[in-house]
């Protein structure tokens, strides 16, 4: 069998690198950054190398499971739609279409069929009930992109081949390769901020690999960063440093947030940041000095008991100092399609969807249609009126990655309906009644619609299958077309479901006054992408429609997906460019800077700054390089290496609490107690300790057969469903108050047992 090349970008995380795959059939026989990939040129991480290892998992299961006799087995398609179909429409018959509801995990923005999918089966479930792995994550972001700029998506991202000053806040991109900041390479990138005379400061309280590339690192306590950024805010106003240049013309409300700031000055706060008042007007003065500078956050600022107020402020500090939207500060990219910021009137655009409804049973407010992660257990386990019923979970697992795994879990196996797609039998999917699996990653085609929105320069870059389907597989967008119509239960087939979907993208582009094909017709369009059907047929309506589209022979020389085809090494659109105002979709054209919702939550951080002389020690969050999130701890290439599921502890609370690396403690919440082994270090200060995320805990049920030969401990199973940052209904996963104590041999629980982990 003759080698054969096959090139993609990888799908796995943020980064999206190009890879270069030597195959021989359906082997994988190396893998290799692409040196010509137009944006990573030549950069991948240790997991990009395993898509091989995915494809060939035994445990990614192949055919459908159906729940038979309480056990999942083996079924055809049809016998598990039909299944699926049933168990829904049940639910809906016997409760109202809310007794349903929907949670979206995160591979679904990485996955080109999932994410255009989405909205037909929503559509056809028809329940307003949806959580996502977003209110786990950024939804404090989202918030303040809303508020401010008129859209969740319309990010401001750190110009970080340009800057020449970054701040770094709460994330660790050597480790995670970066987050609403798509950029592949990172590490890389940080390194040349440095050699071309720039400076970079890493704000953590844990030392970390990214904090190890900076010229500072500044160590706040857990959880102070609000009062941090608004300290500085308040040197900018006292001290003459504020300076919006041309932002001057579109800004509001600049002289309300130096009034509802202004007592938050470095010397009022060092107590409750820990950072000496004296360092951080320095900072400031050095930051609004240094003309191309950023400061970008994430989930170390956002997942936190104050995110909103944090993310909120990590804008002010870059619009005030002028860096938004200027070459080396916070950009707004412009990709070649599926932005909402590139639709509609430019400026100008409706008030955010927030709070039309809210959750039953804490009376969550809704943000963009959405209800808190958190509050997804107890809408399935309180009774009564409106209690969720059925569940669609798509590549998602909330026992593991939301607060609470204990109560998930109970949640979801109580439920009538868990109908999951996902490739494995995993904590969440164990429960369900039926399991639809994609194929893995080599057999679908790529394009990131999501994070192309979010990236650092602007490229578009699309990836064919490498692999073909097994006969008795089905596409990920297929098996979303014959779940819609399950859920009608009108006998659609699947290509009357993706014409209907293909024909709603087109009319909504020709329904654009401001689109380049309005006006046209929807046969029309649909007439130019055939033969074309499924996910490619929506990105060659989205490319050619969008900003740099050939707007269907309206400017002949633009995008359409042939000319991606044609260029398997992605096509580069160039450097950031300035978009304000045209970027906007606020109500009033402007970015008004004191949105109430944030600004309201001001006494709330107040009243942490006056009370809290913090005792005791808070569990922060890790991530290691090999790991994503919950999901590929069954890739035995992954797993090698000494053990990372282990308490970071400092030496000093080690020798106060009496014990070694080794050694099991108990670390105890309100809401659970973990048996964890310690791993003393010096990278965490005292009072923090540090567990990463995503580890199976409780094998029964789970066929992740390398995952159960090295477990490790749920990190939330400690995390406090019940504590949110407030404005966004975010969950708090870092700063948990945590009990930590000592434990003799003979209390050691199963499985987190020492001699297997270390
Ligand atoms: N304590 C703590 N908790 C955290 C975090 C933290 O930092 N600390 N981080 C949070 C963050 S940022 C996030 S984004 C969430 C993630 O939370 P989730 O999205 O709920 O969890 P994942 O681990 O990403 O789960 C992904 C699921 O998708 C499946 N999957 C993988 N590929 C595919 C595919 O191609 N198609 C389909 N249909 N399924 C697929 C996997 O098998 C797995 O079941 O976790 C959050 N939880
Ligand atoms: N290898 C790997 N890569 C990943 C993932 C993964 O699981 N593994 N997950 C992906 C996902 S879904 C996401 S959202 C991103 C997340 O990307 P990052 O945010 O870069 O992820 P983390 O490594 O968790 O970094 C968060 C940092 O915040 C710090 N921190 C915690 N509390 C505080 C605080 O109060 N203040 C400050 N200033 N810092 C604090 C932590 O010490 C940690 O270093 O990573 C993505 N990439
Ligand atoms: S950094 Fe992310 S996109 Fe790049 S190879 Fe690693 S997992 Fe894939
Ligand atoms: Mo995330």
Redesign the pocket.
């Given at each position: 069998m003759t080698a054969r090349t096959a090139i993609r970008t990888c799908p796995l995380?943020?980064?999206t690198c190009g890879l270069v795959l030597t195959m021989e059939g359906d082997r994988v026989l190396r893998t290799a950054g692409d040196e010509d990939d137009v944006f990573s040129k030549g950069f991948m991480?240790p997991?990009g190398a395993t898509l091989g290892e995915l494809h060939h998992d035994p445990d990614w299961h192949r055919r459908p499971l159906i729940r038979h006799r309480g056990r999942l087995v083996e079924a055809s398609w049809d016998d598990a739609f039909e299944l699926a179909g049933h168990l829904v429409r049940a639910v809906v018959e016997q409760s109202g279409p809310t007794a349903m509801a929907a949670y979206f995990g995160?591979p679904i923005s990485h996955n080109l069929g999932g994410l255009l999918y989405a909205p037909v089966y929503l559509k056809a479930l028809g329940s307003p009930r949806l959580f996502t792995?977003s209110s786990l994550?950024?939804r404090p972001k989202d918030l303040v992109n809303a508020l401010l700029y008129g859209d969740r998506f319309t990010l401001a991202v750190p110009d970080l081949d340009r800057t020449d000053f970054l701040v770094v806040?709460?994330?660790?991109?050597v480790?995670?390769?970066?987050?609403?900041a798509t950029a592949p390479g990172w590490p890389r990138r940080l390194r040349a901020i440095r050699e071309r005379g720039g400076r970079l400061v890493v704000?953590?309280?844990?030392r970390?690999r990214?904090?190890e590339l900076a010229d500072e690192h500044i160590r706040?306590?857990?959880?102070?960063?609000a009062a941090?950024l608004a300290s500085m805010v308040s040197v900018l106003f006292d001290e003459g440093l504020v300076r919006l240049g041309r932002l001057g013309g579109f800004v509001t409300g600049v002289e309300r947030v130096r009034e509802a700031l202004a007592d938050l000055t470095p010397e009022r706060v060092a107590g409750f940041t820990g950072v000496p008042a004296e360092s951080v007007r320095d900072l400031t003065r050095r930051f609004a000095a240094a003309g191309r500078a950023c400061v970008y956050?994430?989930?170390?600022?956002?997942a936190?008991e104050f995110g909103t107020l944090t993310s909120w402020l990590v804008d002010l500090v870059n619009i005030l100092t002028g860096n938004l939207d200027r070459e080396g500060g916070a950009m707004f990219p412009l990709p070649a399609c599926g932005s909402p910021n590139t639709r509609g009137r430019p400026g100008f655009g409706p008030p955010p969807r927030l709070g039309r409804f809210a959750s039953r049973v804490r009376g969550l407010p809704e943000r963009f249609g959405e209800l808190p992660t958190s509050c997804l257990a107890e809408e399935i386990d309180t009774p009564g009126d409106g209690q969720l019923r059925g569940l669609l979970l798509i590549s998602g697992n909330p026992v593991v990655s939301a607060p609470n795994s204990e109560r998930t879990a109970r949640a979801l196996a109580s439920l009538d309906a868990l109908v999951a797609v996902d490739p494995y039998v995993n904590d969440s999917t164990r429960f369900a009644h039926v399991v639809l699996p994609p194929p893995g990653p080599l057999q679908r085609s790529h394009y990131d619609v999501h994070f192309s929105t979010w990236a650092v320069r602007n490229v578009a870059n699309y990836s064919p299958a490498v692999l073909d389907l097994d006969p008795r597989q089905l596409q990920e967008w297929q098996i979303m077309c014959r779940l819609a119509a399950a859920f009608e239960g009108r006998g659609a087939t699947e290509a009357d479901v993706d014409r209907r979907h293909a024909e709603a993208t087109a009319r909504a582009a020709v329904a654009d006054a401001h689109s380049p094909v309005s006006g046209r017709t929807v046969e029309q369009l649909l007439a130019a992408v055939a033969p074309r059907v499924g996910p490619e047929r929506l990105l060659d309506l989205m490319i050619r429609s969008g900003p740099y589209g050939d707007a269907f022979g309206g400017r002949p020389d633009g995008l359409s997906l042939a000319t991606l085809e044609a260029r398997p090494h992605g096509v580069d659109l160039g450097p950031l460019r300035p978009r304000l105002p045209e970027v906007l979709r606020t109500p009033t054209g402007t970015v008004a800077l004191d949105p109430p919702l944030v600004v309201d939550d001001l006494p709330r951080l107040r009243a942490a700054v006056a009370s809290r002389a913090r005792d005791g020690l808070v569990l922060?969050?890790?991530?290691?390089?090999?790991?994503?999130?919950s999901w590929m701890g069954n890739v035995p290439s992954l797993m090698t290496g000494r053990p990372r599921s282990t308490l970071w502890l400092s030496p000093a609370d080690a020798e106060r609490l009496g014990v070694g690396t080794g050694d099991l403690v108990a670390v105890a919440t309100r809401v659970s107690t973990v048996h964890a082994p310690v791993e003393v270090s010096e990278r965490v200060p005292p009072g923090v300790v540090?567990l990463?995320?995503?580890w199976l805990h409780e094998p029964d049920g789970v066929r992740l057969a390398t995952a159960r030969a090295r477990p490790g401990v749920n990190s939330n199973r400690l995390a406090d469903e019940l504590v949110l940052d407030v404005p966004s209904g975010n969950a708090v996963l870092?700063?948990i108050p945590v009990q930590v104590t000592a434990l003799r041999p003979d209390e050691y629980e199963q499985p987190v047992n020492p001699l297997t982990l270390m």
């Open positions: 995380c943020e980064a991480c997991k995160n792995a994550d950024q806040i709460g994330a660790n991109p480790e995670s390769n970066g987050s609403l704000v953590d309280p844990v970390t990214t904090a706040p306590r857990v959880g102070s960063d941090l956050g994430r989930i170390g600022t956002t936190t922060v969050g890790r991530r290691h390089v090999r790991s994503n999130n540090s990463p995320h995503g870092n700063g």
